[in-house]
């Protein structure tokens, strides 16, 4: 077997923490002068993401086809949690990110099917179910921002993110406690 790097644990982690600051940011989309709260939780996870995605992305360190179904997601989500804080700290608006972010939420879906249909990691149906929570709670959120108040959406949106979240996060552990269990 072949010795690859591995930092797909932390890269799950970060998106989980992402999910997770993007949830609590909706909920104050009606009270723009809290936005800057968030700030740096978007600048944090997306810089982490970035230089975590992005080698994945150019290197492909992981067998097959594995760098794809992780690397590119997690780079796209970034570059959003990343737009997300540059538009907060400078007053742009959100409408391009938002049709960026549909976008990575239809991605999202159709990876975690095929995720699923090929058999691809350990769990298939877990790694569907967080792509495919994750995906769906983008494409719901996305009206969000111009139904900041319409709180049908931000509920499906917020219980679709934050079990899309504990997904990725027992994913990530998970992954955490299996490889600590095999040292070189």
Known sequence: MAIFPDYLTIM??????????????????SKPKEYSRYT???????F?????????VLSWPLPGSYNIAFGEPMLFFSIILL??????EKHWAFDGIVIFG???AIMAIV???QIYSLGMTSSPFVAMAGYVLTGL?????????YYPKNKGLLVIATILFVLAALLW????????????????
């Not at 740096?40 to 997306?46: E, H, S, W």
């Not at 982490?48 to 994945?56: Q, V």
């Not at 709670?137 to 921002?145: D, F, N, T, V």
């Open 169 to 184: 996060l027992y994913i990530g552990y998970s992954a955490y406690l299996a490889h600590l269990a095999s040292p070189p």
């Open 40 to 46: 740096i939780g978007f600048l944090m996870t997306g």
């Open 137 to 145: 709670g983008g494409l719901i959120a996305a009206p969000l921002l």
């Open 102 to 104: 549909v976008l990575g």
């Open 12 to 29: 799950l982690i970060d998106l989980a923490a992402g999910l997770f600051i993007l949830t609590l940011f909706l909920w104050k989309l």
């Open 111 to 113: 990876i975690g099917a």
């Open 48 to 56: 982490l993401g970035l230089i975590t995605a992005l080698p994945m």
């Open 83 to 88: 737009s997300i804080g540059f538009a907060i």
